[in-house]
């Protein structure tokens, strides 16, 4: 390099030691300066160009119009250039006119020159590639200035000294040289306007990021205003940004979605040649081996497809800040040599200072871009995984008609089995699933991946141990480059303590395996306390799905026990766990301090010159303290990589999962005329499972309409099944021509408005509309929703009754106007005379559907004479096809069966059985049954038999007169064309359950109080106190440490080495052991919160009344059971003892660096301010964002349910494609939230660790100013303090932040916890006497009842008596009041006004469970809950073995529990899933049994089951309650022709009140009631 500059008019040497470090006043050689410093900003230029033009050819954003800055920027980049060309030919002139420039000044101007045209070039390019802001030339210009301000300052010291200016033309030209390149950076920092065709020009509130310069994204700036305003204003949904583009769930899981199918096509390409290698000989076999293992794809492999430049990127990013984070250390070291040596020129220990700030500033920018950029990464994980999830779970066999198992409850149909339900032909009577032993759900309560602890990875779901994957990421990151960091610590350690290191190191190795084992003990109590909440969880959401059953029989102590001994259980695994996590936080303390000490011991004692000084201490401590974190996360990191593998491995099982074929069902071609047919078809359920349809050859002309019928489980809803593609087709064909609609057996409702169910994705045509509403009857219905077709329909359709759910089922079927209508039962959910009008009005031949294709399963036998064909179904087979006059004369097992139940009556009169009314205006009758089932689970009935009927109408025919006679008129009413359904656009106020809104502002102080209170006020106060003593102890021991570097020395000796490393020992050992103790204090403190908080809130919901379940979903409750007790449970107590931890290590630093240089106490008042500012407002974001996440998180689980529950019928609709993009809009809303909440924390981050890297500096400057008064001990202590205060700061404002999160799990809790309780149980002072009622007399004396207060009243002054003995019928149109009567009598309603008298007793006078224990109901849904069958016969073990077998007796079930090997501990699955429907409601009437109440009430108990069943019901109640009074409510009035007396109410008051006898010739309400079910 000197022969650069060495000579002409230069004439300097390239480097000078005593000019540039051994002096004062330092200055640079100037070939130095117009050499390497002119080229540095030259060469980075060069060397990152291809990488950058790599990037803008690949990130094309549009171009930018030519702006008044784009042009500035131009001109400054020509003139740069100019300049440097002037100086070449001013060099060249030099030469011609005989002086001898150094070659420096030919080649300096001459590469600034060309890298000048560059940037120039760039600055163009940029703009033609959309890129508002650049990086590159902001750091390119940046180097330009600080490259030239040496030169700037050395210029002037030189003509300053020459007392002249020696080249004047050189001189003025760097100085407009140095002004273009300071204005070219000025401007470089402002943005371009965004380019044509951008987002922001169409985005209303774009993602700020995608436009933001190039500083504001490095410092975070641009989140600066969404920080501002959220201090400002509570954050809404509305403010939130848009997603970028490439952040969105479609382009994501798309991504994934690709990279997954490339690992299915690789796997099936390995798998075809692995096949096509079996062929080979058998000596070949020989001579290669075993055939290689089947290749399974990867999704961990799609995965790194996906993500892996991101995590790349990252990886990069960390590197470079722990390359980083090794230099502090270093700078200390020469730090504490500059304060040792009193004749070292005062510009090092400044030099020093500032770059210990420039290095940790650099350090902290790194470290948020990386976080920035794993997170994010993290996001886009989930995103990607719920996505790839969801779209299987549309398309998955396993949720084809088998529902998923309890098993795999948590990822719905991840298991590679399932459970056909009942009616799918694969379930018979008495028989378990054979894959699960019967724990079929038939219902998934939401995607078992959403909630609880979840087979899948941290990232797919929202609430596991890696909520966001990016806590598993930034860990895996962290330890990937851990052995970088301990290389480049050993080099540095060797260099301060020779060998004697290796004995530090050898301790932190021998920890890891120490750490790992308490990792591995952790994951094992984390694992069993995960098995006993999933139990509690599985167990609380049975008793809110049953919550009523358990009101009504008075039985919530014994579930209320039950869950008690799961949570002590649970609580005590919690309480061993956090010992442990305790004893691991004292490993974790005195790990750093254990090694420093052995290092330090064995430096002492390994050779007596040995000394200890500053340096050599405390940069040792540093870098102990560096190497802490990653060792301990190493335990971590593995227990977590173990766990996210056995999640991966089960999401690629799922995924792996055979598909539903969409060419099972060949759509295009079919025999000319017909619209359905199958030839030879075989059909099962799985690969695995016999056929349940075989044999099968149909075929349907166009616009037909067939009955299929046949026998239980003899395959009539898998035929429908099959048509569909949902089954799977071992052989034959099956074709259908035409779009399809499908009413399942079970009507599947979203939770939108009725409206929008019947609409069902399709426009909105108001006539079709008003049509479809009429003939399914929902007109009357929507006069009494409270927002008419507006009325939001709660989960699964709570709020509507059976038979309405299935209307608008069938209503969205009849609006599709589909070609093909697949009609699964249909009728059995309705009332008979609303079968009749829906099938005259929809399905028959008269109906709207007349002319399309119509498949119609019922059992209905009333209808076939009006079919065109009929299907008759046994054992998967079809025993007979045709017509139903050539089936009756074929005298078939189809003849039988009708004789069977129609002995006396030709079968042709069949048809006249459904007379018509009076005309056809009279069909406007009111069709629709009890509509207050809205406030019970309770479903409709089958229409009535034909059998029943004739029995009936033949008791009748000498009551009944001839002709019409004069009696009441018939109650009908007619809707005039002003009545019509008015569609209405905007949603009228029919909101059943109210929105969960995100709470405002900050949490008040009463929770924090509450928790307190819980925690316990001494221990709160014994946790604070101990960690005063930890971070008295940690400074006492550091100080020591302080004070045995500057012992006085004796011979280059110290003096009292033993008693120097004894009393550091003793205070170190001090520190763990406190530190431990305030971990257990604060773990027995968070158990007993934990106990406390979950006992309250579990007697007030148990307590709860039975309105607050009605209106509240029952995914909100058990969010406060699963989510909220998990957070106080396992988050709450570690937060706060980090935040503590962090506090006091803050307060600690603060305190040592003010007593080391009390002169930092100026500088205290400036930073507080700058991070309270800070602190503030971002908690106010933050708080707002968490709480905007967490309430956009639920709807992603709803849907995920609904999705489950309605696959088939979103499948038969081909919806799934919409549905996908209303999953993704979902998941899209809850990352809006979670992206700001990401940087709101990045933002924070840079803001402290900038007052954080300030304490660094002032702490160094103050050293080096004060340094003839301190020495090296104490400045190593301030120093190495302050390095670490950056962290302690930056946590404790994330901890106050996650307190603050977290703490509104308890506000929730407590919420819940504080609701209206229902009555007392038991009233001590007024219990009722031995023995009541002995009669059972009910009296019910000017009885008025509400829902709740605000609603009309739906009994209004009913006065009436029922003497003990009778049997009572209670009828009623819809909204009668019959069910609302029954809930008053147990008081699940209490009366607004009047009263309820047994027996003479005022039933308002005594506790619930004395009254509720006293009458026994069986109600029409039988609900029971999962465990033994003795538990679900007598939860509380009152009864003896004889008396409950005695039970079964009389209820036909002993036989069927005899026969089971376990007897009465039988197992039932969850809702008895694992019994037929008969038989739970044989289940309940043991139940009655047991009770022997005076006072039974039958809310229509066999309308749901077979004909055989509800003989064997109704004798045994003829026999056993012959002396009881039974109260019935009736949709079918055959069940109650032979009572003593009927009553008929209408509108909430007594219409008529006889015998049926009587009020047949009465010809009232009852005689139009009966005359309408064809008995009158």
């Given at each position: 390099?000197?022969?650069?500059?060495?000579?002409?008019?230069?004439?300097?040497?390239?480097?000078?030691?005593?000019?540039?470090?051994?002096?004062?006043?330092?200055?640079?050689?100037?070939?130095?300066?117009?050499?390497?410093?002119?080229?540095?900003?030259?060469?980075?230029?060069?060397?990152?160009?291809?990488?950058?033009?790599?990037?803008?050819?690949?990130?094309?954003?549009?171009?930018?119009?030519?702006?008044?800055?784009?042009?500035?920027?131009?001109?400054?980049?020509?003139?740069?250039?100019?300049?440097?060309?002037?100086?070449?030919?001013?060099?060249?002139?030099?030469?011609?006119?005989?002086?001898?420039?150094?070659?420096?000044?030919?080649?300096?101007?001459?590469?600034?020159?060309?890298?000048?045209?560059?940037?120039?070039?760039?600055?163009?390019?940029?703009?033609?590639?959309?890129?508002?802001?650049?990086?590159?030339?902001?750091?390119?210009?940046?180097?330009?200035?600080?490259?030239?301000?040496?030169?700037?300052?050395?210029?002037?010291?030189?003509?300053?000294?020459?007392?002249?200016?020696?080249?004047?033309?050189?001189?003025?030209?760097?100085?407009?040289?140095?002004?273009?390149?300071?204005?070219?950076?000025?401007?470089?920092?402002?943005?371009?306007?965004?380019?044509?065709?951008?987002?922001?020009?169409?985005?209303?509130?774009?993602?700020?990021?995608?436009?933001?310069?190039?500083?504001?994204?490095?410092?975070?700036?641009?989140?600066?205003?969404?920080?501002?305003?959220?201090?400002?204003?509570?954050?809404?949904?509305?403010?939130?940004?848009?997603?970028?583009?490439?952040?969105?769930?479609?382009?994501?899981?798309?991504?994934?979605?690709?990279?997954?199918r490339k690992q299915e096509k690789q796997a099936a390409r390995h798998k075809a040649s692995a096949a096509s290698g079996k062929n080979a000989s058998g000596e070949d076999e020989v001579?290669?081996?075993?055939?290689?293992?089947?290749?399974?794809?990867?999704?961990?492999?799609?995965?790194?497809?996906?993500?892996?430049?991101?995590?790349?990127?990252?990886?990069?990013?960390?590197?470079?800040?722990?390359?980083?984070?090794?230099?502090?250390?270093?700078?200390?070291?020469?730090?504490?040599?500059?304060?040792?040596?009193?004749?070292?020129?005062?510009?090092?220990?400044?030099?020093?200072?500032?770059?210990?700030?420039?290095?940790?500033?650099?350090?902290?920018?790194?470290?948020?871009?990386?976080?920035?950029?794993?997170?994010?990464?993290?996001?886009?994980?989930?995103?990607?995984?719920?996505?790839?999830?969801?779209?299987?779970?549309?398309?998955?066999?396993?949720?084809?008609?088998?529902?998923?198992?309890?098993?795999?409850?948590?990822?719905?149909?991840?298991?590679?089995?399932?459970?056909?339900?009942?009616?799918?032909?694969?379930?018979?009577?008495?028989?378990?699933?054979?894959?699960?032993?019967?724990?079929?759900?038939?219902?998934?309560?939401?995607?078992?991946?959403?909630?609880?602890?979840?087979?899948?990875?941290?990232?797919?779901?929202?609430?596991?141990?890696?909520?966001?994957?990016?806590?598993?990421?930034?860990?895996?990151?962290?330890?990937?480059?851990?052995?970088?960091?301990?290389?480049?610590?050993?080099?540095?350690?060797?260099?301060?303590?020779?060998?004697?290191?290796?004995?530090?190191?050898?301790?932190?190795?021998?920890?890891?395996?120490?750490?790992?084992?308490?990792?591995?003990?952790?994951?094992?109590?984390?694992?069993?306390?995960?098995?006993?909440?999933?139990?509690?969880?599985?167990?609380?959401?049975?008793?809110?799905?049953?919550?009523?059953?358990?009101?009504?029989?008075?039985?919530?102590?014994?579930?209320?026990?039950?869950?008690?001994?799961?949570?002590?259980?649970?609580?005590?695994?919690?309480?061993?766990?956090?010992?442990?996590?305790?004893?691991?936080?004292?490993?974790?303390?005195?790990?750093?301090?254990?090694?420093?000490?052995?290092?330090?011991?064995?430096?002492?004692?390994?050779?007596?010159?040995?000394?200890?000084?500053?340096?050599?201490?405390?940069?040792?401590?540093?870098?102990?303290?560096?190497?802490?974190?990653?060792?301990?996360?190493?335990?971590?990191?593995?227990?977590?990589?173990?766990?996210?593998?056995?999640?991966?491995?089960?999401?690629?099982?799922?995924?792996?999962?055979?598909?539903?074929?969409?060419?099972?069902?060949?759509?295009?071609?079919?025999?000319?005329?017909?619209?359905?047919?199958?030839?030879?078809?075989?059909?099962?359920?799985?690969?695995?499972?016999?056929?349940?349809?075989?044999?099968?050859?149909?075929?349907?002309?166009?616009?037909?309409?067939?009955?299929?019928?046949?026998?239980?489980?003899?395959?009539?809803?898998?035929?429908?099944?099959?048509?569909?593609?949902?089954?799977?087709?071992?052989?034959?064909?099956?074709?259908?021509?035409?779009?399809?609609?499908?009413?399942?057996?079970?009507?599947?409702?979203?939770?939108?408005?009725?409206?929008?169910?019947?609409?069902?994705?399709?426009?909105?045509?108001?006539?079709?509309?008003?049509?479809?509403?009429?003939?399914?009857?929902?007109?009357?219905?929507?006069?009494?929703?409270?927002?008419?077709?507006?009325?939001?329909?709660?989960?699964?359709?709570?709020?509507?009754?059976?038979?309405?759910?299935?209307?608008?089922?069938?209503?969205?079927?009849?609006?599709?106007?589909?070609?093909?209508?697949?009609?699964?039962?249909?009728?059995?959910?309705?009332?008979?005379?609303?079968?009749?009008?829906?099938?005259?009005?929809?399905?028959?031949?008269?109906?709207?559907?007349?002319?399309?294709?119509?498949?119609?399963?019922?059992?209905?036998?009333?209808?076939?004479?009006?079919?065109?064909?009929?299907?008759?179904?046994?054992?998967?087979?079809?025993?007979?096809?045709?017509?139903?006059?050539?089936?009756?004369?074929?005298?078939?097992?189809?003849?039988?069966?009708?004789?069977?139940?129609?002995?006396?009556?030709?079968?042709?009169?069949?048809?006249?059985?459904?007379?018509?009314?009076?005309?056809?205006?009279?069909?406007?009758?009111?069709?629709?049954?009890?509509?207050?089932?809205?406030?019970?689970?309770?479903?409709?009935?089958?229409?009535?038999?034909?059998?029943?009927?004739?029995?009936?109408?033949?008791?009748?025919?000498?009551?009944?007169?001839?002709?019409?006679?004069?009696?009441?008129?018939?109650?009908?009413?007619?809707?005039?064309?002003?009545?019509?359904?008015?569609?209405?656009?905007?949603?009228?106020?029919?909101?059943?359950?109210?929105?969960?809104?995100?709470?405002?502002?900050?949490?008040?102080?009463?929770?924090?109080?509450?928790?307190?209170?819980?925690?316990?006020?001494?221990?709160?106060?014994?946790?604070?106190?101990?960690?005063?003593?930890?971070?008295?102890?940690?400074?006492?021991?550091?100080?020591?440490?302080?004070?045995?570097?500057?012992?006085?020395?004796?011979?280059?000796?110290?003096?009292?080495?033993?008693?120097?490393?004894?009393?550091?020992?003793?205070?170190?050992?001090?520190?763990?052991?406190?530190?431990?103790?305030?971990?257990?204090?604060?773990?027995?403190?968070?158990?007993?919160?934990?106990?406390?908080?979950?006992?309250?809130?579990?007697?007030?919901?148990?307590?709860?009344?039975?309105?607050?379940?009605?209106?509240?979903?029952?995914?909100?409750?058990?969010?406060?059971?699963?989510?909220?007790?998990?957070?106080?449970?396992?988050?709450?107590?570690?937060?706060?003892?980090?935040?503590?931890?962090?506090?006091?290590?803050?307060?600690?630093?603060?305190?040592?660096?003010?007593?080391?240089?009390?002169?930092?106490?100026?500088?205290?008042?400036?930073?507080?301010?700058?991070?309270?500012?800070?602190?503030?407002?971002?908690?106010?974001?933050?708080?707002?964002?968490?709480?905007?996440?967490?309430?956009?998180?639920?709807?992603?689980?709803?849907?995920?349910?609904?999705?489950?529950?309605?696959?088939?019928?979103?499948?038969?609709?081909?919806?799934?494609?919409?549905?996908?993009?209303?999953?993704?809009?979902?998941?899209?809303?809850?990352?809006?939230s979670c992206y700001p909440y990401i940087i709101s924390n990045r933002w924070l981050s840079v803001g402290v660790e900038f007052v954080g890297n300030c304490v660094v500096l002032f702490?160094?400057?103050?050293?080096?100013?004060?340094?003839?008064?301190?020495?090296?001990?104490?400045?190593?202590?301030?120093?190495?303090?302050?390095?670490?205060?950056?962290?302690?700061?930056?946590?404790?404002?994330?901890?106050?932040?996650?307190?603050?999160?977290?703490?509104?799990?308890?506000?929730?809790?407590?919420?819940?916890?504080?609701?209206?309780?229902?009555?007392?149980?038991?009233?001590?002072?007024?219990?009722?006497?031995?023995?009541?009622?002995?009669?059972?007399?009910?009296?019910?004396?000017?009885?008025?009842?509400?829902?709740?207060?605000?609603?009309?009243?739906?009994?209004?002054?009913?006065?009436?008596?029922?003497?003990?003995?009778?049997?009572?019928?209670?009828?009623?149109?819809?909204?009668?009041?019959?069910?609302?009567?029954?809930?008053?009598?147990?008081?699940?309603?209490?009366?607004?006004?009047?009263?309820?008298?047994?027996?003479?007793?005022?039933?308002?006078?005594?506790?619930?469970?004395?009254?509720?224990?006293?009458?026994?109901?069986?109600?029409?849904?039988?609900?029971?809950?999962?465990?033994?069958?003795?538990?679900?016969?007598?939860?509380?073990?009152?009864?003896?073995?004889?008396?409950?077998?005695?039970?079964?007796?009389?209820?036909?079930?002993?036989?069927?529990?005899?026969?089971?090997?376990?007897?009465?501990?039988?197992?039932?699955?969850?809702?008895?899933?694992?019994?037929?429907?008969?038989?739970?409601?044989?289940?309940?009437?043991?139940?009655?049994?047991?009770?022997?109440?005076?006072?039974?009430?039958?809310?229509?108990?066999?309308?749901?089951?077979?004909?055989?069943?509800?003989?064997?019901?109704?004798?045994?109640?003829?026999?056993?309650?012959?002396?009881?009074?039974?109260?019935?409510?009736?949709?079918?009035?055959?069940?109650?022709?032979?009572?003593?007396r009927v009553l008929v109410l209408d509108k909430g008051v007594v219409a008529e009140f006889d015998s049926p006898a009587n009020l047949i010739a009465a010809r009232g309400i009852f005689?139009?009631?009966?005359?309408?079910?064809?008995?009158?």
């Amino acid at each position: 390099m000197d022969a650069l500059c060495g000579s002409g008019e230069l004439g300097s040497k390239f480097w000078d030691s005593n000019l540039s470090v051994h002096t004062e006043n330092p200055d640079l050689t100037p070939c130095f300066q117009n050499s390497l410093l002119a080229w540095v900003p030259c060469i980075y230029l060069w060397v990152a160009l291809p990488c950058y033009l790599l990037y803008l050819r690949h990130h094309c954003r549009g171009y930018i119009i030519l702006s008044h800055l784009s042009r500035l920027k131009t001109v400054l980049g020509v003139l740069l250039w100019c300049i440097s060309w002037a100086d070449l030919f001013y060099s060249f002139h030099g030469l011609v006119h005989g002086r001898a420039p150094a070659p420096v000044f030919f080649v300096t101007p001459l590469v600034v020159g060309v890298t000048m045209l560059l940037a120039t070039l760039l600055i163009q390019y940029e703009r033609l590639r959309g890129l508002q802001s650049s990086g590159v030339l902001i750091i390119f210009w940046l180097l330009c200035v600080v490259c030239a301000i040496i030169p700037f300052r050395s210029k002037i010291l030189s003509a300053k000294a020459e007392g002249k200016i020696s080249d004047p033309f050189r001189f003025t030209t760097f100085y407009i040289h140095f002004a273009l390149v300071l204005s070219a950076l000025i401007l470089a920092c402002f943005r371009e306007k965004p380019p044509f065709f951008s987002t922001k020009n169409v985005d209303p509130n774009p993602y700020p990021e995608t436009s933001a310069g190039f500083l504001s994204r490095v410092f975070f700036w641009w989140f600066t205003k969404m920080a501002i305003y959220g201090y400002r204003h509570p954050l809404e949904e509305k403010d939130l940004w848009s997603l970028k583009e490439e952040d969105r769930s479609q382009m994501v899981v798309q991504q994934l979605l690709e990279a997954w199918r490339k690992q299915e096509k690789q796997a099936a390409r390995h798998k075809a040649s692995a096949a096509s290698g079996k062929n080979a000989s058998g000596e070949d076999e020989v001579l290669l081996g075993a055939q290689p293992r089947p290749q399974k794809p990867s999704f961990l492999q799609a995965l790194l497809a996906t993500f892996g430049s991101s995590f790349l990127i990252s990886a990069c990013f960390k590197l470079i800040q722990d390359l980083l984070s090794f230099i502090n250390p270093q700078l200390l070291s020469i730090l504490i040599r500059f304060i040792s040596n009193p004749m070292a020129p005062s510009w090092w220990g400044f030099l020093v200072a500032g770059l210990m700030f420039l290095c940790s500033m650099m350090q902290s920018l790194v470290l948020q871009q990386y976080y920035h950029c794993i997170f994010v990464t993290g996001l886009k994980f989930r995103t990607g995984i719920i996505g790839v999830i969801y779209r299987k779970v549309s398309w998955s066999r396993a949720q084809g008609k088998g529902w998923p198992c309890a098993a795999c409850k948590r990822l719905a149909a991840k298991s590679t089995h399932y459970c056909p339900p009942a009616g799918s032909g694969y379930h018979q009577r008495s028989q378990t699933c054979v894959h699960c032993g019967g724990n079929c759900q038939p219902h998934v309560s939401g995607c078992p991946a959403l909630h609880g602890p979840c087979p899948l990875p941290q990232s797919a779901v929202v609430s596991t141990p890696a909520d966001h994957p990016g806590d598993l990421l930034p860990l895996a990151a962290s330890v990937a480059i851990l052995p970088a960091e301990a290389r480049e610590e050993r080099e540095t350690w060797r260099e301060n303590l020779g060998p004697s290191v290796l004995a530090g190191v050898a301790l932190m190795v021998l920890l890891i395996p120490l750490n790992g084992a308490v990792a591995v003990k952790m994951r094992a109590f984390q694992v069993e306390q995960m098995k006993l909440k999933d139990s509690r969880i599985k167990l609380m959401s049975e008793i809110l799905n049953g919550i009523k059953v358990l009101k009504l029989y008075a039985w919530e102590p014994s579930f209320l026990k039950q869950v008690e001994g799961i949570r002590q259980g649970e609580l005590q695994l919690l309480r061993s766990a956090a010992y442990l996590h305790a004893t691991s936080t004292f490993i974790w303390m005195c790990s750093p301090f254990l090694v420093t000490l052995i290092t330090l011991w064995v430096y002492v004692y390994a050779d007596p010159n040995n000394v200890l000084d500053a340096e050599k201490a405390f940069v040792s401590v540093s870098l102990f303290n560096i190497l802490r974190l990653p060792l301990n996360m190493l335990p971590q990191l593995i227990s977590n990589l173990t766990q996210a593998s056995v999640s991966l491995k089960r999401i690629q099982q799922f995924l792996s999962q055979d598909e539903l074929d969409p060419q099972s069902v060949e759509r295009k071609t079919i025999s000319p005329g017909y619209a359905i047919a199958i030839h030879s078809g075989t059909f099962t359920w799985a690969q695995d499972l016999p056929p349940t349809l075989h044999s099968l050859d149909i075929q349907v002309p166009k616009g037909a309409l067939v009955a299929v019928v046949g026998p239980v489980g003899c395959g009539k809803s898998s035929l429908v099944s099959a048509l569909l593609g949902e089954m799977e087709k071992l052989e034959g064909k099956v074709h259908m021509k035409g779009s399809v609609a499908y009413v399942p057996q079970q009507a599947w409702i979203q939770n939108c408005t009725l409206q929008e169910n019947v609409l069902f994705g399709q426009a909105l045509n108001p006539k079709r509309y008003q049509q479809t509403l009429e003939a399914c009857a929902l007109l009357a219905d929507l006069e009494m929703l409270p927002g008419g077709d507006q009325t939001e329909i709660g989960e699964k359709g709570i709020n509507l009754s059976g038979g309405q759910r299935q209307r608008v089922s069938l209503a969205r079927a009849v609006y599709s106007d589909a070609d093909i209508f697949l009609l699964d039962d249909p009728l059995s959910a309705v009332d008979s005379h609303v079968a009749k009008h829906i099938f005259d009005h929809v399905i028959g031949p008269e109906g709207v559907l007349a002319g399309k294709t119509r498949v119609l399963v019922t059992h209905g036998i009333s209808f076939l004479p009006q079919t065109d064909f009929i299907i008759v179904l046994a054992n998967g087979q079809v025993s007979e096809m045709g017509p139903y006059p050539a089936l009756l004369q074929r005298n078939g097992s189809f003849a039988n069966f009708l004789c069977n139940y129609a002995p006396d009556e030709d079968q042709g009169h069949v048809e006249d059985s459904w007379t018509a009314l009076e005309g056809a205006e009279d069909e406007e009758v009111l069709l629709i049954e009890d509509t207050l089932s809205s406030h019970t689970d309770l479903t409709d009935n089958d229409p009535v038999t034909y059998a029943v009927q004739k029995q009936f109408m033949r008791q009748l025919s000498a009551l009944s007169s001839d002709g019409e006679g004069q009696g009441q008129p018939v109650s009908r009413r007619h809707l005039g064309p002003s009545e019509k359904v008015q569609v209405t656009e905007a949603k009228a106020d029919g909101a059943l359950t109210q929105e969960e809104k995100a709470k405002i502002g900050t949490v008040e102080l009463s929770v924090f109080w509450d928790y307190a209170k819980a925690v316990g006020l001494c221990t709160t106060l014994a946790i604070c106190l101990l960690y005063v003593g930890q971070s008295a102890a940690a400074i006492g021991s550091n100080v020591w440490l302080s004070a045995w570097t500057n012992d006085a020395m004796a011979d280059s000796r110290q003096n009292n080495t033993s008693l120097r490393l004894g009393v550091y020992a003793a205070l170190g050992i001090l520190q763990g052991l406190l530190v431990m103790l305030s971990a257990m204090a604060m773990a027995v403190g968070g158990i007993q919160a934990a106990r406390v908080l979950h006992q309250a809130l579990l007697h007030n919901k148990i307590r709860s009344p039975q309105s607050f379940f009605d209106t509240t979903p029952s995914g909100r409750i058990l969010n406060r059971f699963s989510k909220d007790i998990y957070v106080i449970d396992e988050l709450l107590a570690p937060v706060i003892l980090m935040l503590l931890n962090s506090f006091f290590n803050a307060i600690s630093t603060l305190v040592v660096v003010v007593a080391s240089t009390p002169l930092f106490a100026v500088a205290i008042l400036p930073l507080a301010v700058l991070y309270t500012l800070v602190q503030r407002f971002y908690a106010a974001t933050s708080r707002q964002l968490k709480r905007l996440e967490s309430v956009s998180r639920s709807p992603i689980y709803s849907h995920f349910s609904e999705t489950v529950t309605g696959a088939s019928v979103i499948r038969a609709y081909n919806r799934s494609r919409d549905f996908e993009v209303i999953s993704d809009t979902k998941v899209d809303a809850n990352q809006r939230s979670c992206y700001p909440y990401i940087i709101s924390n990045r933002w924070l981050s840079v803001g402290v660790e900038f007052v954080g890297n300030c304490v660094v500096l002032f702490a160094a400057l103050f050293a080096v100013i004060g340094r003839s008064s301190l020495n090296p001990g104490l400045v190593g202590l301030s120093v190495s303090y302050s390095l670490q205060v950056t962290f302690a700061l930056n946590w404790m404002i994330r901890m106050m932040s996650d307190l603050e999160s977290n703490i509104v799990a308890v506000e929730r809790v407590k919420e819940y916890s504080k609701t209206e309780t229902e009555a007392p149980w038991v009233v001590e002072g007024s219990r009722p006497p031995e023995g009541w009622p002995p009669c059972g007399e009910v009296e019910f004396r000017n009885y008025s009842v509400r829902y709740r207060p605000g609603l009309d009243l739906v009994l209004r002054d009913l006065s009436l008596r029922v003497h003990g003995g009778e049997k009572v019928g209670i009828v009623g149109r819809t909204g009668a009041g019959k069910s609302s009567m029954t809930l008053c009598l147990f008081r699940i309603l209490e009366a607004a006004k009047g009263e309820i008298r047994i027996d003479g007793l005022n039933v308002a006078d005594i506790g619930l469970h004395d009254l509720r224990s006293q009458l026994t109901i069986i109600p029409q849904d039988p609900i029971l809950f999962s465990g033994t069958l003795r538990m679900n016969l007598d939860p509380f073990g009152s009864y003896s073995e004889e008396d409950i077998w005695w039970a079964l007796e009389l209820s036909h079930l002993h036989t069927f529990v005899s026969s089971q090997p376990a007897g009465l501990d039988f197992q039932c699955s969850e809702g008895g899933e694992n019994l037929s429907v008969g038989q739970r409601q044989l289940v309940c009437l043991a139940r009655a049994l047991l009770r022997k109440s005076r006072i039974l009430v039958l809310d229509e108990a066999t309308a749901a089951i077979d004909l055989e069943t509800e003989n064997l019901i109704q004798s045994t109640i003829r026999t056993q309650f012959d002396t009881c009074t039974v109260l019935t409510i009736a949709h079918r009035l055959n069940t109650i022709m032979d009572y003593t007396r009927v009553l008929v109410l209408d509108k909430g008051v007594v219409a008529e009140f006889d015998s049926p006898a009587n009020l047949i010739a009465a010809r009232g309400i009852f005689y139009g009631m009966a005359r309408d079910a064809g008995l009158a």
